[in-house]
């Protein structure tokens, strides 16, 4: 029976063990199930006609997640399903990152990579980022509001990426929870608030630089600096944790985590980073259409050097419990917004992209070259 990734609860199911329902036999409609599939009284289809149903043309299948109950777009019931968990502490930027993310996939990394970014698989979805994400940043010229720790939906969308006739040759069918920072503050927390985050092909953990206390010294007075909240070291730590305890793993973990620092043109307008900096500017991946392997590493080597400079060893030293990790720097807006109110330049995002596209390239969605 075929099996497919939850975009949901980032678990694998199998379609033959899950709710499913069609657009046959529903209210308002006369016509009956060319099968003549007998459903139960809520529309349930019986186990044991899954099978065939999953083969008629004749109408639209709806599966739904038995951990959550939560309807699975048709895009997501295949096993190539690409899970992003993108984690941020309080006041990391994570929901204006979310915001930018998506708006610069569908502008920039489609034409880029001959791919198309569906904002219609899920309705839900795709009304809650409009109304949470695009129009506040794109339409009213401020930042999102912080995310509540209340139950907030997934956002889902399926990448497809195409061949040169245009046919579709791979789906990655993302999703991103917005959950709330204060939700990584507890370890137990984690576990009940962030279920997905063990079952996830990839993790963005977003760090902000105005929470090293070194770079707090150098800014203080001169911008808005947020009030001190836990520590980057217990974020990653209790991340860690949770996916040993859930999956039981005593090596190295083989998901791949993108550590990302947020809010570089802060560190960039004042000085933090140098003048030749590779941060101050887009990355080649974008322009060539391609993963390129040495501006990964001119940003990856460049964080390391900031990192030393920024915090203690600790840090790099929790990433090795990864199989795969790399350091980026990123900047959602381009430059720092006054109060709520975003800069009067607008928003110049810079690398933001990256360090899905080191996702997409590590699970061999986007081709590598060394140079």
């Not at 019931?77 to 610069?104: H, M, P, Q, R, T």
């Not at 409009?130 to 889902?156: C, W």
Request: glycine share 6%; hydrophobic share 40%.
């Amino acid at each position: 029976m075929k099996k497919f990734t939850c975009p949901y609860c980032y678990g694998v199911h199998d379609i033959g063990k899950i709710g499913m329902k069609c657009s046959y036999n529903v209210p308002g409609r006369a016509d009956k199930c060319i099968g003549n599939v007998q459903k139960d009284s809520a529309g349930w289809i019986p186990e044991r006609d899954k099978s065939r149903c999953l083969k008629c043309t004749a109408a639209k299948k709806s599966v739904f997640c038995n951990v959550l109950n939560k309807e699975v777009p048709a895009d997501f019931l295949n096993e190539e399903s690409f899970s992003v968990a993108l984690l941020g502490a309080k006041a990391s930027g994570k929901s204006n990152y979310i915001g930018v993310l998506i708006n610069e996939i569908k502008r920039k990394m489609t034409p880029a990579f001959n791919c198309s970014l569906s904002l219609a698989a899920s309705e839900e979805s795709r009304e809650y980022y409009n109304s949470h994400y695009y129009d506040p940043l794109f339409k009213h010229g401020r930042v999102v509001d912080a995310t509540s720790q209340d139950e907030i939906p997934p956002l889902i969308f399926p990448l497809r990426f195409m061949d040169e006739k245009n046919r579709i040759k791979k789906i990655a069918a993302l999703s991103f929870y917005d959950t709330a920072g204060e939700n990584l503050n507890d370890t137990d927390q984690m576990l009940i608030t962030n279920q997905y985050i063990s079952n996830a092909n990839g993790i963005i953990l977003l760090l902000d630089p105005l929470q090293v206390t070194s770079i707090r010294e150098k800014l203080q007075g001169k911008i808005p600096l947020p009030a001190q909240n836990t520590d980057v070291n217990d974020v990653l730590a209790r991340v860690i944790q949770n996916i040993r305890d859930v999956k039981n793993i005593k090596g190295t973990i083989k998901v791949p985590l993108a550590l990302a620092f947020t809010k570089i043109d802060a560190l960039e307008e004042f000085d933090v980073l140098k003048e030749d900096s590779c941060l101050r500017y887009e990355s080649e991946h974008l322009q060539r259409g391609v993963f390129v392997q040495t501006d990964f590493d001119s940003v990856n080597i460049e964080m390391q050097d900031l990192l030393e400079n920024w915090l203690d060893a600790e840090l790099v030293q929790q990433m090795k419990n990864f199989e795969k990790f790399a350091f980026f720097g990123v900047s959602s807006l381009g430059g720092v917004p006054n109060g709520t109110n975003l800069s009067a330049s607008g928003i110049k995002p810079r690398r933001v992209l990256d360090p899905l596209l080191w996702l997409l390239a590590q699970n061999k969605y986007i081709k590598t070259v060394k140079k």
